[in-house]
């Protein structure tokens, strides 16, 4: 019932976090995407009239089963690719192409293998054209956050997988984005690892408040992390609704067995059954 | 009190870092104690179990059973000679110091030739990986020309080129354009999307994209093809020689065959081998130092 309550009530939205609400950083208006526009091909609508206004500063968990098109809609927002139609801005300028103001973490980490973990950390800084000294100054204190230290000069294949999440996490934050993407970056790791690299992004993103969208389909994570859960469903793409979130920063592992938050994720699973049945 | 709540939560992922840290030094020192130690209890065991003494006594076990083969009689000595009279023929082409002079034509055609086909190869490789409507248009081409093979290109080069070098270099480009192209080329289409999204999401210049990830996720694939391109041009360069050249190993077996030095013809296949096994090896240890980070190659 508390769950219900929380649900986009007005009263609560008044009260998130750290932004005043027309600080708006990314808004993302009437976005769709259609794959397979050949007349041979079935048109698969991936995204259909997504808007979404996200503050800055704002944690936002986008949930949903497989299909959903969570992954699309990050990928637009990355710049990776176009939207089909709609647009969206970030502080009022469309965005067109991929830029360091909003980097990714990838689900398959995406390290370049190549280099070591300081190397691929100074990517970003190397690619701004900062000095030598000034990179490896702000990768070690990067490696520092992610509890790296020590690794400096290992290459992603001597890691475990949580350990190349944490690099690929200090990579993405090295360029000091606006708003850091973060595509199901704990998909592949196992549940130990996954509960522990949550409470570490928890931890991180409210230490640097950054605008953080997290692409997610697991419940409890979304509303772990999020001030708010965009849940989006499949075949097309769409916000289906949004749950605020008013937990307390930080985020701690005692939060999961409060009462609010047992109730929500238990609320939004009853609810999502039916989709997920379908999404399979 | 949320901090203090926190403490324990980053105290344990620390250690979770560090036991994955211990965990991984432990395996990488455990890895070669334990091969050590199971090998040790029989030192000849141990010997087999080395890589290089396996590779001599192969060659060995060759050459004894060749000796056998021509020395017991069993073929004629004229049709096949024994290891010893090859042997004996290459000590004395080496000191008449015919077998450097061909040799060394032999290796600079391949290495000019080898050269201008790993611009060639990579260049169109890089182009026809990057840009699927150039790859479009050329890939029939390579691919209606690569199944000629550089013997029958041999009239028509010596037509353009006449007898002599060019026509060797022409004929190595040939044989090692389509390799290099094609490891080129499969390595740049299979690009992971995702590492380059996340270059260019970093903000990588256009250099960066280049040289920092393009080339080096590239290498794994490229250097293998250039080995076999190597190899192919090496077995065209002595095709070129036996027709379209007055020096170099392959024009040493022709002459010799004419001059029914049986014993100098095998002497010159026997470099031949031996050289492009050199090459290949050496080769192949350039390509396990540059791409040591790749997991296929440590395994």
């Known amino acids: 019932m508390a769950a219900t309550a929380a649900r986009i009530s007005p009263?609560?939205?008044?009260?998130a976090p750290q932004t005043t609400p027309d600080d708006i950083q990314i808004d993302i208006r009437n976005v769709g995407k259609v794959y397979g526009t050949k007349a041979s091909d079935d048109p698969v609508v991936a995204l259909d009239g997504v808007s979404l206004r996200i503050r800055r500063g704002e944690f936002i968990s986008l949930l949903g089963p497989s299909g959903c098109g969570k992954s699309t809609l990050l990928g637009?927002?990355?710049?990776?690719?176009?939207a089909s139609s709609g647009q969206i801005l970030q502080d009022g300028r469309p965005i067109a192409r991929p830029d360091a103001s909003r980097t990714v973490v990838f689900q398959d980490y995406a390290l370049f293998g190549w280099m070591t973990v300081q190397q691929n950390i100074e990517f970003g800084l190397k690619a701004k054209g900062m000095a030598k000294a000034e990179r490896a100054e702000i990768a070690r204190a990067l490696i520092a956050t992610v509890h790296l230290t020590g690794f400096e000069d290992k290459y992603p294949h001597q890691m475990s997988g949580g350990m190349k999440q944490r690099a690929a996490i200090a990579r993405a934050l090295a360029p000091d984005p606006d708003i850091l993407?973060?595509?199901?970056?704990?998909?592949?790791?196992?549940?130990?690892?996954?509960?522990?690299?949550?409470?570490?992004?928890?931890?991180?993103?409210?230490?640097?408040?950054?605008?953080?969208?997290?692409?997610?389909?697991?419940?409890?994570?979304?509303?772990?992390?999020?001030?708010?859960?965009?849940?989006?469903?499949?075949?097309?793409?769409?916000?289906?609704?949004?749950?605020?979130?008013?937990?307390?920063?930080?985020?701690?592992?005692?939060?999961?067995?409060?009462?609010?938050?047992?109730?929500?994720?238990?609320?939004?699973?009853?609810?999502?059954?039916?989709?997920?049945?379908?999404?399979? | 009190m949320p901090e203090c709540m926190n403490e324990p939560s980053a105290g344990d992922a620390k250690e979770d870092v560090l036991m994955e840290a211990r965990a991984d030094a432990g395996a990488l020192a455990a890895a070669p104690a334990q091969r050590k130690s199971a090998a040790k209890p029989l030192p000849l065991a141990r010997l087999l179990a080395n890589g290089s003494v396996r590779a001599g006594l192969g060659l060995a076990a060759f050459f004894a059973f060749w000796q056998a083969v021509s020395g017991l009689g069993i073929v004629d000595g004229f049709l096949l000679p024994s290891p010893l009279a090859v042997a004996q023929a290459l000590w004395d082409l080496a000191l008449d110091g015919s077998l450097w002079i061909h040799l060394g034509a032999s290796?600079?055609?391949?290495?000019?030739?080898?050269?201008?086909?790993?611009?060639?190869?990579?260049?169109?490789?890089l182009v026809c990986g990057w840009w699927r409507t150039v790859s479009d248009f050329v890939r029939p081409v390579v691919e209606a020309l690569r199944p000629i093979p550089p013997l029958a290109w041999i009239p028509i080069t010596i037509l353009w080129f006449g007898l002599g070098d060019a026509a060797s270099y022409f004929l190595v480009f040939l044989g090692a354009v389509f390799p290099a192209f094609v490891a080129t080329y499969t390595a740049v289409r299979g690009l992971d999307r995702n590492q380059m999204n996340a270059a260019l999401c970093l903000g990588a210049k256009p250099w960066q994209l280049f040289w920092d990830v393009l080339i080096p996720a590239s290498l794994p694939i490229i250097l293998p093809g250039l080995r076999i391109a190597l190899g192919v041009g090496w077995m065209c360069v002595v095709t070129a020689e036996l027709i379209a050249a007055q020096t170099g190993l392959g024009y040493l077996i022709q002459q010799s065959r004419m001059l029914f030095q049986i014993n100098n013809v095998v002497a010159g296949m026997v470099t031949i081998g031996l050289v492009g096994f050199a090459m290949s090896a050496i080769l192949e240890r350039i390509e396990r130092r540059v791409n040591a980070w790749a997991p296929s190659e440590r395994n």
Not at chain 1, 76 to 82: C, K, L, R, S, V
Not at chain 1, 196 to 216: D, H, M, N, P, Y
Not at chain 2, 107 to 125: D, E, N, W, Y
């Open chain 1, 11 to 15: 009263s609560l939205r008044a009260q």
């Open chain 2, 107 to 125: 290796l600079q055609r391949v290495a000019v030739g080898f050269l201008l086909a790993c611009i060639a190869g990579l260049a169109l490789g």
């Open chain 1, 181 to 280: 993407l973060m595509d199901e970056p704990f998909g592949a790791l196992d549940a130990q690892t996954r509960v522990l690299l949550q409470e570490e992004i928890a931890r991180i993103s409210s230490e640097a408040g950054k605008t953080v969208i997290f692409v997610t389909h697991g419940i409890d994570e979304a509303v772990f992390l999020a001030d708010r859960v965009v849940v989006m469903s499949p075949r097309p793409g769409r916000v289906r609704e949004e749950v605020l979130v008013p937990l307390p920063r930080p985020r701690t592992a005692e939060m999961r067995s409060d009462p609010w938050f047992v109730s929500t994720v238990n609320d939004l699973w009853e609810t999502l059954k039916p989709e997920w049945q379908k999404g399979e």
């Open chain 1, 76 to 82: 637009i927002i990355a710049g990776f690719q176009a």
